[in-house]
């Protein structure tokens, strides 16, 4: 088969290498519908995090079900799946209490190794090896049609990760939401702060393209000023309290410091983008009662909400989709992001 | 009358000065029946927090009411009344919103100048000036008698300051908690958690008499040891798992970090000790969903409900008053906590 290996900095190629096959008897194998590019691929891509050696990549999938293992119960072959961007047992202690991300059998995740120290495959590929199928994937009652692959595979990551944003910060009905980032998750996350029933949902951007699924995601508002000035519109926004809540969706010193400069005191900051550079502002947070709080998010946990709510047509998370390719264009979905001409790629094995 | 006055680094006086007077229609004069040390007025006297020059000090009391300005509507000369560290004027968007330590009018607290650039009398002395006394000051049916002092004043701060530690944790019934410091509001910590339902209770001390309060407020367990072997008897007594919140009650570095690697995945850190170079562990408040919450407490908030508590029997935070002294030994007050001979110094003017 064919998958995505990251050989070094810009350095992206999509290669031939053995079909994974079923390894335990838990494992489950997926052949991928569509997969995508993450915000969080470009730190690797771009050199931020080193890349030491050529690596397979991607975490985001949705697939149809080839073959399970004899102890796999709830996903059955030619069922449609989706994975979320960490695989998880469903069994330990961290996973019944909903923080899969922290399995103590999830291993290196997705092109690492296992708990077995067995490598797994990455996401930007054809196939792939699901360890713990019953406690990684969720499945749909049916295969879904083309039009609804992008919102399915939106769940694999980034709308349950705007989601567990939003829900780690605590948004209630009626609140003022600020949502730093406008990349996929920041209007994901705009997204879930308007289904939670937010009464204000301000976005922070300044791309055009990206206000309007913003706006189409139930932003009530957009601000395109940053720093200072940025937290000066919010407070016009706000009668001077600030946010309710706010979302910060991109992980730099930089967000970080806007997403807390724009939070009321006894507010809290939800933040969901991998921190680089990041220091807390403890004495603000101490003085003015503004919580942190969130993290990688335990998608699985999600998951099975958050298909109803997209079979029932209640959130369409796919439009942060913009662009789709074929996976032997994989280098151009890789620079179409890195460039910030597209918003999120879908690739189609 | 005569009130405290820190001079310099452990040069603590009570000293004549001129009796406080209604300044404003919304003040309230109250003649103090008890006041106390809080282990936050021991930075400025042992010196790691700067005297720039001489400072009336304490921001704890228990009083009468001896003279009300003409629009206080709620409390009557007469009236014992118990003050929060903090005075608010319960009017502005943060009082309403219950994080009346951000109170709009609150200017710089007891001792410091007011919002209208007035100082204000600080609250080891004799008889204080109450700005705003409806959003301040919350009055009992009777006047407790002398037994019940020591639970009312401890609703001034520390018993308030730890009920706002569990609570901005999230503390809920069945939960295991672990409470960093053992001090007056450590041991507050652990009754709040204890009265909040919390299944069990482990209190971090290695010195025996808090070790016996923090039984009597419903510790189910005392770990002695402290950083990484604290962490390990906590994984111990957690089946390797941690807790689900960690109160974190003294605002070091080590205390930080010690309340960080105790916290499950998915668990929350309060805190409410005044931070002094702490470093907040963003990577593993990341990598391991771990929320921190707290700050400055909002006494106003939670007063009422305390105060029927205590005049209910069913919390007894005057305990953590091991001494008691006559205002005019405020000198020993403070030398005793600052050298541990005493938890907590309650004053009698």
Redesign the interface.
Known sequence: MRATILHATRDIRLEEVPDPTILRPTDAIVRVTATCVCGSDLWPYRGINEVRSPRAIGHEMVGIVEEVGPEVRTVRPGQFVIAPFRYSCGEC??CR???H??CVRGGQGWGGLDGDGEPTPACQGEIVRVPFADGTLVATPEVPDDAMLPSMLALSDVMATGWHCAV?AGVQPGETVVVVGDGAVGLSAVLAASRLGAGRVVAMSRHEPRQAVAREFGATDVVAERGDEGAERIRELT???GADRVLECVGTGDSMSQAFASA???G?VG?VG??HG???P??T????????????A?VRAYLEQLRDDVLAGEIDPGKVFDLTLPLDQVAEAYAAMDERRAIKVMLRP
Do not use: K
């Open positions: 202690a961290h209490a909903g923080v991300t922290s780690a009668d001077g309290v009321r005191p006894g809290t933040f991998v921190p990041v220091e807390v403890i004495g947070m101490f003085r003015s009662n503004i919580g942190l709080a969130g993290g990688v335990p």
